[in-house]
């Protein structure tokens, strides 16, 4: 039975062993690349700046479509900032998923909005909007209410009425940078191939200092969660992300704030209704259609556009959205499994979906059966102390480097930590995030696959905070100095 | 397998190895940020110091010589880089002109140019500098090296320093722009691109227009829209030498140029009055005679939109001529090109495409003929209230509330003005169902007496809307003319009103 059971465990160390190489080997490529890149771009971005699209007329114009379930504290506030940004020409359309408290009243009553009758054209099958609100002074801004069909169903709506060749889908509770979409659109305009999906840069606003739907000072948040998701977001988004798009094979923009492209997604048939994470499930979609009908096509991600987002505050919430994500991403992988190891589909088809679907995906299991298991193979003697001990400082000081690869990059770009004491926390937190927090994040996605498995597909609400409702005082203006180095 | 001992050496290896690594990265991280706080602290001092006399060379208050007297030598990066982050204020022409003369007696603009031309540098700044007022020099290329020239990593300094030279007076910038374009990175093109947009130095056109040709006949790295956001920044004037590509072979350059045209129209229009005398004979004739009778839809539908700065009789015909078109992109670009009121005579023939067979059109010209305010409007509310086609008139419908027009029309109603036209634009909102508005501005008239008359007017079959406000009406005071609110409802038709309904 011990000839068994230490048998069991020589066969568990030996595929962890391998899939902590393979994804050890992967997460060091994407780092170099990004080192190499994201600074680079980071030069050219800080000093050329981007004025010349803000007065262009040949900047395309842009749809914001800003989904909105039960989201009365924020609403208000995001759609002013939309309406804010600096961009040549934006329409806003807000729509209120049939929300059970009073979002579309707050919207009404803070724009002055009026009911009115509009011709619906249906592009993308959705459910019918109910009422259409508009005020005729605000000619960009438009509240569309409908019952609840889920955040798919309530992006396919805006999608139908949106009037512009690019659309950008928004959280309602996110901040975008007054820049930011002149920024994602940049690429678009430079590309000489149809630019289908232009994704920036999302980070945790949780501990910086807002008003008026800005970030005024940018700071570390106070608690050691807030901060592990800080490190987690600056490495998912500055080497990930840049990482895989530099092999031309993205495949996730974050959907609270993605530029994308009206017809291709059209054609797509819009965003699926039957997953938790349109966002990937509509990246997968785009490339599967675009390279079975034979076309040209670019998706872009890009550092400097930047959206802020509030992180969940406790363990509850967190492991609710990191099921909600694994869950989705599993969906992805196997509703799009003829993609994997698929030539037809260039390096999305060869690299990021099997790196995807095997590490990401299901490495989670894997990841979680190892620390599991690891102390009983321990017990058993399949492993000598010392190598367990070495096994586990290399996997800690291996996750570091990359942390620390990563923080390296957010200090090259532009939206840095100014104050020597939060890069002191980041910098210690690049160890402490390895230590627990990574270890808990691993069985959250591991009940997501298992979700998946038993079939348990529903959508699990995180409840945000709100800015709104956690601004702090609001802190002086930055000197122009100051902001012009940020 | 390997041996335990090889294994532990590994692991002892690759242990030490990532923890030298983010030591290293940790050690990067801390000298860059004490390298850049070190900098800008310096470059402080020095623009605190040098803010003077650069700020009175530039105003013209002080000679070159004198100035570089003051400046004294500069020692290093951050000093030079608070000079010409100073002169790079000057926004006013000879400020720039003075700017430039400035930053290449400094060295500075030496310095750009090496940086992004190499070894020709020297005979590059030479013409620069030489050549002021003059065509620009035959640009020259230099294919050695350009496998690594395209790297990004050697590209970003050239075009970080061409956007520098770029910033020169441009008589000056355009020469080190047009040799940028022969380099083999495109991020150095494009920023060259960009810039003599950002310049509108006439003679760059040229150069701008075979970068147009290369990127449709031939492609080209730096993109369509890159070449035709730069192009939109000149004036009128100064696109003479577009007149031969109006007529060229391939149908998307002809395009691509009379889209240009119509974007600097569009510009230039916003900035002020904008009229036939802006364009010369030979483009008008072109436009007239060759674009608007074009074989490709597009290159029409364009010329439309250049057509509507002629204002005179020729574009007339020809705008007339082009709303008829078969093409459904033509005719709505026709559409919105005579929303001017020089084009008033042509009312009829929007009205006509009210009715198109697409959306757009229709759309397009409802917003047209509302922008012929009042005759446009006027006559877009007699066809409304008279039409049976259903799609005209909820394109109507949906624009007249857009654009808050029904509060106009219950305003001048109130006042008594236009009420046989206006009751019978309100009754056809109210029957085609467009009530939500409506009812909201009838809701807000003061007087109870003039919503009760409205709505005996309208004789409404009424929905529950205006059964509330009715009730609203007349529950406060339920005596005297309040009373008669609710009952006036249930009244059967009022013959005095037919003649609304028929207009």
Same mark, same amino acid.
């Given at each position: 039975m011990r000839s068994l059971l230490v048998h069991f465990f020589d066969y568990v160390n030996a595929v962890v062993l391998v899939y902590f190489i393979v994804s050890a080997a992967v997460y060091t490529t994407l780092m170099f690349i990004s080192l190499y890149t994201v600074t680079l771009h980071s030069r050219i971005a800080r000093r050329l700046g981007y004025g010349n699209l803000g007065d262009s007329p040949v900047t395309p114009p842009v749809t914001l479509i800003i989904p909105a379930y039960n989201e009365e504290d924020a609403i208000v506030q995001t759609a002013s900032a939309m309406l804010e940004l600096n961009y040549p020409e934006k329409e806003v359309i807000v729509v209120d998923d049939g929300s059970t408290d009073h979002t579309a009243m707050r919207m009404v009553q803070h724009f002055k909005l009026q009911r009115v009758e509009r011709v619906y054209r249906e592009f993308i099958p959705a459910q019918r909007p109910l009422v259409f609100y508009l005020n005729p002074e605000i000619p960009g801004l438009l509240l569309v209410s409908k019952e609840n069909g889920g955040k798919s169903d309530a992006l396919n709506v805006g999608i139908n009425i949106a009037r512009s060749p690019y659309f950008c889908t928004v959280d309602a509770d996110s901040i975008i940078e007054k820049d930011a979409l002149l920024r994602l659109m940049a690429p678009v305009v430079h590309s000489n191939v149809n630019t289908v999906v232009s994704g920036g840069v999302v980070r945790i606003a949780n501990g910086s200092t807002m008003d008026k739907a800005m970030v005024r000072q940018i700071a570390m948040p106070k608690t050691w969660l807030e901060r592990c998701q800080v490190v987690e977001y600056i490495r998912t988004f500055l080497f990930g992300r840049p990482g895989w798009n530099s092999l031309g094979a993205t495949?996730?923009?974050?959907?609270?704030?993605?530029?994308?492209?009206?017809?291709? *997604?059209?054609?797509?048939?819009?965003?699926?209704?039957?997953?938790?994470?349109?966002?990937?499930?509509?990246?997968?979609?785009?490339?599967?259609?675009?390279?079975?009908?034979?076309?040209?096509?670019?998706?872009?991600?890009?550092?400097?556009? *930047?959206?802020?987002?509030?992180?969940?505050?406790?363990?509850?919430?967190?492991?609710? =959205?990191?099921?909600?994500? =694994?869950?989705?991403?599993? =969906?992805?992988v196997m509703r799009h499994d003829k993609m994997i190891f698929n030539p037809r589909f260039g390096a999305t088809g060869m690299l990021s979906m099997p790196f995807h679907a095997y590490v990401e995906a299901l490495g989670c299991v894997i990841e979680a059966v190892g620390t599991l298991l690891l102390p009983f193979s321990l017990f058993f003697s399949s492993m000598p102390l010392w190598f367990f001990a070495m096994v586990i400082l290399l996997a800690v000081s291996y996750g570091t480097v990359l942390s620390m690869a990563s923080v390296l990059l957010a200090d090259a770009t532009v939206r840095r930590y100014p104050r020597y004491r939060d890069l002191w926390i980041l910098m210690a937190y690049t160890l402490f995030e390895n230590l627990g927090y990574r270890q808990i994040i691993t069985?959250?996605?591991?009940?997501?696959?298992? =979700?998946?498995?038993?079939?348990?597909?529903?959508?699990?609400?995180?409840?945000?905070g709100g800015f709104a409702a956690r601004a702090q005082a609001a802190a002086p203006e930055p000197r122009p100095v100051e902001a012009a180095r940020a | 397998m390997f041996p335990i001992e090889f294994v532990a050496a590994f692991l002892g290896w690759m242990i030490a190895l990532t923890l030298v690594v983010a030591a290293s990265f940790q050690v990067i991280l801390l000298w860059r940020r004490s390298v850049r706080a070190r900098y800008f602290q310096r470059k402080d001092g020095a623009m605190a110091r040098l803010a003077q006399p650069v700020e009175r060379f530039l105003s013209g208050a002080a000679d070159l010589a004198s100035t570089m007297r003051l400046l004294g030598p500069l020692r290093d990066e951050a000093e030079r880089d608070a000079v010409a982050e100073m002169a790079g204020r000057a926004h006013h022409p000879e400020a720039i002109a003075r700017r430039s003369r400035l930053l290449w007696r400094t060295g500075h603009v030496h310095r750009w140019a090496e940086a992004a031309f190499g070894r020709q540098a020297d005979a590059i700044v030479q013409a620069a500098f030489?050549?002021?007022?003059?065509?620009?020099?035959?640009?020259? &290329?230099?294919?050695?090296?350009?496998?690594?020239? #395209?790297? #990004? !990593?050697?590209?970003?300094?050239?075009?970080?320093?061409?956007?520098? @030279?770029?910033?020169?007076?441009?008589?000056? +910038?355009?020469?080190?722009?047009?040799? &940028?374009l022969r380099d083999p990175s495109v991020y150095v093109r494009r920023r060259a691109v960009e810039c003599m947009g950002e310049n509108a130095y006439p003679e760059s056109v040229p150069y701008l227009l075979e970068e147009l040709r290369r990127a449709v006949e031939e492609g080209n790295d730096v993109s369509l829209r890159t070449i035709k956001s730069a192009l939109v920044r000149f004036r009128i004037v100064d696109m003479e030498p577009f007149l031969p590509f109006f007529r060229h072979p391939t149908q998307r350059m002809r395009f691509f140029v009379i889209d240009t045209l119509r974007e600097i129209c569009h510009r230039a229009a916003k900035g002020g009055l904008l009229g036939g005398s802006a364009f010369s004979a030979a483009m008008r004739q072109v436009v007239l005679e060759d674009c608007a009778r074009d074989e490709f839809a597009d290159v029409r539908a364009r010329a439309a939109g250049v057509i509507r700065h002629f204002q005179d009789a020729a574009a007339m015909r020809a705008l007339h001529t082009l709303l008829q078109d078969e093409n459904e992109y033509v005719r709505l670009h026709s559409v919105r090109a005579c929303a001017? !009121?020089? /084009?008033?005579?042509?009312?009829?023939?929007?009205?006509?495409?009210?009715?198109?067979?697409?959306?757009?059109?229709?759309?397009?010209?409802?917003?047209?003929?509302?922008?012929?305010?009042?005759?446009?409007?006027?006559?877009? /509310?007699?066809?409304? &209230?008279?039409?049976?086609?259903?799609?005209?008139?909820?394109?109507?419908?949906?624009?007249?509330?857009?654009?808050?027009?029904?509060?106009?029309?219950?305003?001048?109603?109130?006042?008594?003005?236009?009420?046989? @036209?206006?009751?019978?634009?309100?009754?056809?909102?109210?029957?085609?169902?467009?009530?939500?508005?409506? !009812?909201?501005?009838?809701? #807000?008239? &003061? #007087?109870?007496?003039?919503?009760?008359?409205?709505?005996?007017?309208?004789?409404?079959?009424?929905?529950?809307?205006?059964?509330?406000? @009715?009730?609203?009406? +007349?529950?406060?005071?339920?005596?005297?003319?309040h009373a008669g609110a609710l009952q006036l409802l249930y009244r059967g038709p009022q013959p005095e009103l037919a003649e609304a309904r028929t207009v």
């Open positions: 495949f996730i923009c974050s959907g609270a704030f993605c530029l994308l492209n009206k017809e291709a *997604v059209i054609q797509a048939g819009g965003f699926s209704r039957d997953t938790v994470t349109e966002d990937i499930d509509m990246i997968a979609k785009l490339h599967r259609d675009l390279k079975e009908k034979g076309r040209k096509y670019r998706m872009v991600f890009t550092t400097d556009p *930047v959206c802020w987002t509030e992180a969940p505050h406790d363990l509850g919430t967190l492991a609710k =959205q990191r099921r909600r994500w =694994q869950l989705g991403l599993m =969906q992805t069985f959250y996605r591991a009940q997501g696959v298992l =979700q998946y498995f038993t079939g348990k597909h529903k959508w699990e609400v995180v409840k945000h | 030489a050549q002021v007022g003059t065509q620009i020099p035959r640009v020259f &290329a230099n294919a050695r090296m350009n496998v690594l020239r #395209r790297r #990004r !990593i050697f590209a970003v300094p050239r075009a970080l320093a061409l956007h520098e @030279l770029g910033r020169l007076a441009p008589a000056h +910038a355009s020469v080190f722009l047009a040799h &940028a001017h !009121i020089f /084009y008033k005579p042509l009312i009829p023939e929007l009205l006509q495409r009210v009715t198109d067979v697409r959306w757009r059109v229709r759309e397009a010209a409802v917003k047209g003929l509302l922008d012929l305010a009042p005759q446009g409007q006027e006559q877009l /509310y007699h066809f409304f &209230a008279t039409s049976r086609d259903k799609y005209a008139c909820e394109q109507t419908a949906e624009e007249l509330e857009s654009r808050g027009l029904i509060r106009n029309l219950v305003a001048d109603l109130a006042q008594g003005r236009a009420v046989v @036209l206006h009751l019978a634009v309100c009754r056809k909102l109210l029957d085609m169902g467009f009530t939500s508005m409506l !009812i909201t501005e009838l809701s #807000r008239i &003061a #007087r109870p007496e003039l919503q009760i008359s409205f709505t005996e007017a309208l004789q409404l079959a009424p929905p529950e809307e205006v059964m509330a406000v @009715l009730r609203e009406v +007349a529950e406060p005071h339920p005596e005297g003319e």
